[in-house]
């Protein structure tokens, strides 16, 4: 029990107000009993990395999600709460954090008036100015003389209120950190205009008018018919910020754009829709990325989706620049920004691509581009209405034939003719390599005993792999069970197969290392025993995923035998070690922008079935069997062939089933547990996963859930780009873990 609270749960006091989490799941509960004081006090700090705190209301006996009150991540959070009336009248519970492994002051403190409540807490803020009160029932009236509080919204407060949170860190940091003035016009804005109604462009002047200085605004009309867009322009004329192009021909999106681009003053051009708006700070979010980062000819940020009255309905938090991701849809979409001469020296827009000009024009303008010379800005700097009559509605079939157009042009010559088709969602695409070279493929299966399990993985890859040349071998630990060896021998007769039974202690990374070194193919297909095949070309697709440049590994989607995703790519970092994305999502989750039905890059997948190709596998040594014996082999190796500059692709277009650990024990107990804990702390010392950040993955998202969520924290993100792990904030260091790191109870294998 904790002083002045109710019981915990997964908690453990480590000193007086000191405690850690003992689960996933650690949280307390709050309530006032028959005759306890009416106010309660809770304060937060974290001892390790910042803390995503949560509180929930109950109703009816019961906690739900609906009854929410979700914090910005923050290393220090001070609540209020009025345990006698309003919503946490019948109790609250106390989350502190969701990370698993988590260690944090805790103090709550009970005040029976409102008078003694204020008197608290203006003494714990004088003694401490970084707080702010969070008020859960307390009426701001009473507290007057505290002066710092704020009211969170129960139910997270919605995206409007999360966008305010984001536009107040911006208007912070522009207030305390302020550019120097421009001297002239950095970033122009252009904008093709055909009988826009005048009041979308009220808002979209206006938008860049609340603006920092440093941008124009470039409007070019394309032969308006519409009497009040006429109107609108020819009173808008020579507006401060604002340049009006006029023409008496409609002749596209391209012309006009190229029009403005022509007139363009700024080093630097960024393409709006003239029924869209930028969101505050927009410009300054730009011009510190563009000053922090000369060497960038590609900047790119977040966006909002709105509905017809510009009312925000979702946003697009994307990751850092993927081209595998792209190949598959135009993620990067608005708002962008282009270099005015190098975008002037390739021709501007083209024709021929209406209704998909700018997936044309980004596909273009960033081949040749390396890594470092393309940022992801993560700001929701743009404001996107959707519009049932817009082109990309009213178009659709005909600008989805466009965008792969585009995508059939940019991809010719990276392993021949490239020939784009439907991705799992129609509209979304897949870019098949169809003269890709097809290499021999060794497929490495670690085995003992489970007579059932590799007896199902041969027959299909006898039976159901259409891929024309691979050959099997099997690293067998020792098995007892006598059907095994003799399986073995006759599958030898319908399979290229090879075997070794050794009896070792067990070391799956060892194991892969062993199969490899007999392997005598190109590739290297590490799969669990416990894979069922669902389509025969799943193994054609991984190995034409290697048309990518530079790819090492190739992972798959995999599913539990009731359908829900159990591997969609892995995150580092994910809960303070690694996890997967999506897991247990439905088969017909697609993701946030579609990115479930299309090939993307990630920094890990699985070694479930895992492709390697036979460079990367040799340029990193293998797997590290000493450090990661059995868990987190599979993390460590796709993070050192990330940072070698491999890249790590996973398809959706490869499923099969994945019967998750059927074939081993638990890993919960005895020398497996300490074996297992040796292994988080060697990763989490090894790669800095306690603090990293997954550029595959937006750092709006939670890192500790493996649904997307959106969190705020207490500062902006900086620009990025998705290069291997030593070009982040943390680089690989080979070094021994100590008992102190932070750990995360799972392996990313399964």
């Given at each position: 029990m904790l002083a002045g609270a109710g019981p915990t749960h997964q908690m453990r006091r480590l000193g007086p107000d000191t405690w850690e989490a003992t689960g996933g799941d650690p949280h307390l509960h709050l309530g006032r009993g028959r005759f306890g004081p009416r106010y309660a006090v809770v304060e937060l700090e974290a001892l390790r990395e910042p803390m995503h705190s949560a509180v929930y209301l109950q109703t009816g006996g019961a906690f739900s999600e609906d009854r929410r009150i979700d914090f910005p991540e923050t290393r220090r959070l001070l609540i209020a709460v009025d345990l006698s009336q309003g919503p946490a009248a019948e109790g609250v519970r106390i989350d502190p954090s969701e990370h698993t492994d988590c260690r944090f002051r805790l103090r709550v403190t009970r005040r029976r008036t409102a008078r003694g409540l204020a008197r608290y807490l203006r003494n714990r803020m004088t003694e401490d100015r970084r707080f702010v009160v969070n008020l859960i029932g307390v009426e701001p009236a009473l507290l007057r003389s505290v002066g710092r509080y704020r009211l969170p919204a129960v139910g997270g407060g919605g995206l409007s209120d999360t966008l305010d949170r984001i536009w107040e860190l911006a208007a912070y940091e522009a207030g305390h950190d302020p550019l120097p003035q421009p001297e002239g016009v950095e970033?122009?804005?252009?904008?093709?205009?055909?009988?826009?109604?005048?009041?979308?462009?009220?808002?979209?002047?206006?938008?860049?008018?609340?603006?920092?200085?440093?941008?124009?605004?470039?409007?070019?009309?394309?032969?308006?018919?519409?009497?009040?867009?006429a109107a609108w322009l020819a009173r808008h004329d020579g507006v401060r910020g604002l340049r009006v192009l006029r023409s008496t021909e409609n002749r596209g999106i391209a012309d006009a754009t190229n029009r403005a681009l022509n007139a363009a003053q700024g080093d630097w051009v960024g393409l709006i829709d003239h029924d869209d708006a930028l969101e505050p700070f927009a410009v300054d979010r730009l011009r510190r990325a563009v000053r922090v980062h000369p060497e960038v000819e590609f900047f790119y940020t977040d966006e909002v989706i709105a509905d017809a009255e510009m009312r925000p309905i979702s946003a697009f938090l994307k990751p850092a620049f993927d081209p595998v991701l792209l190949s598959g849809v135009n993620y990067v979409n608005h708002l962008s920004l282009y270099r005015r001469n190098r975008l002037a020296a390739l021709g501007g827009l083209r024709d021929g691509f209406h209704g998909s000009q700018d997936y044309e024009l980004v596909l273009r303008y960033t081949r040749g581009l390396a890594a470092e010379q393309i940022r992801h800005v993560p700001y929701p700097a743009y404001r996107w209405r959707q519009r049932e009559e817009s082109v990309s509605h009213a178009g659709r079939v005909e600008a989805t034939e466009r965008a792969r157009k585009a995508l059939a042009g940019h991809f010719s010559g990276f392993a021949g003719e490239a020939v784009p088709a439907p991705a799992l969602l129609p509209d979304l695409h897949r870019v098949r390599f169809p003269d890709a070279p097809r290499p021999r493929v060794s497929i490495v299966?670690?085995?003992?005993?489970?007579?059932?399990?590799?007896?199902?993985?041969?027959?299909?890859?006898?039976?159901?792999t259409a891929y024309p040349d691979f050959e099997v071998v099997i690293v067998d630990n020792g098995s007892t069970d006598m059907r095994v060896p003799s399986l073995y021998e006759r599958m030898a007769h319908r399979l290229p197969l090879r075997f070794d039974i050794r009896s070792e202690q067990f070391n799956f990374a060892a194991?892969?290392?062993?199969?490899?070194?007999?392997?005598?193919?190109?590739?290297?297909?590490l799969l669990n025993n416990d894979i069922s095949v669902i389509d025969p070309n799943w193994l054609s697709e991984m190995v034409e995923c290697l048309a990518y440049p530079r790819t090492g590994i190739v992972g798959a989607r995999?599913?539990?035998?009731?359908?829900?995703?159990?591997?969609a790519g892995v995150v580092l970092g994910l809960g303070g070690l690694a996890g997967h994305w999506h897991y247990k999502a439905a088969p017909d989750d697609y993701g946030e922008m579609g990115r479930l039905a299309v090939r993307n890059s990630m920094t890990v997948v699985t070694g479930a079935c895992m492709l390697v190709t036979r460079d990367c596998w040799q340029s990193l040594g293998g797997m590290d069997a000493e450090r990661f014996a059995v868990a987190y082999n599979d993390v460590d190796f796709c993070a050192r062939a990330?940072?070698?500059?491999?890249?790590?692709?996973?398809?959706?277009?490869?499923?099969?089933?994945?019967?998750?650990?059927?074939?081993?024990?638990?890993?919960?107990?005895?020398?497996k547990a300490r074996r297992f804990q040796r292994e988080k702390m060697a990763l989490a010392a090894r790669h800095g996963t306690a603090g990293f950040v997954d550029p595959a993955l937006s750092p709006w998202y939670s890192r500790f859930q493996s649904r997307p969520?959106?969190?705020?924290?207490?500062?902006?993100?900086?620009?990025?780009?998705?290069?291997?792990?030593?070009?982040?904030?943390?680089?690989?260091?080979?070094?021994?873990?100590?008992?102190?790191?932070?750990?995360?109870?799972?392996?990313?294998?399964?």
């Open positions: 970033i122009s804005f252009l904008v093709p205009v055909y009988n826009a109604d005048p009041a979308w462009l009220d808002r979209l002047l206006q938008s860049v008018a609340d603006q920092a200085p440093g941008a124009e605004l470039i409007l070019a009309d394309d032969g308006s018919t519409r009497p009040e867009t299966i670690p085995n003992r005993n489970c007579h059932d399990l590799i007896s199902r993985v041969l027959d299909d890859l006898a039976e159901r194991m892969v290392n062993r199969g490899a070194a007999m392997a005598r193919g190109e590739v290297l297909l995999l599913l539990y035998p009731n359908g829900t995703i159990q591997h990330r940072d070698q500059g491999f890249g790590v692709v996973w398809t959706p277009f490869a499923t099969l089933y994945h019967h998750e650990s059927a074939s081993r024990g638990s890993d919960l107990i005895g020398e969520r959106l969190v705020v924290g207490e500062r902006l993100h900086e620009a990025r780009i998705f290069g291997g792990l030593s070009s982040s904030p943390h680089v690989i260091r080979d070094v021994h873990p100590s008992d102190d790191q932070q750990l995360m109870p799972r392996s990313a294998r399964g």
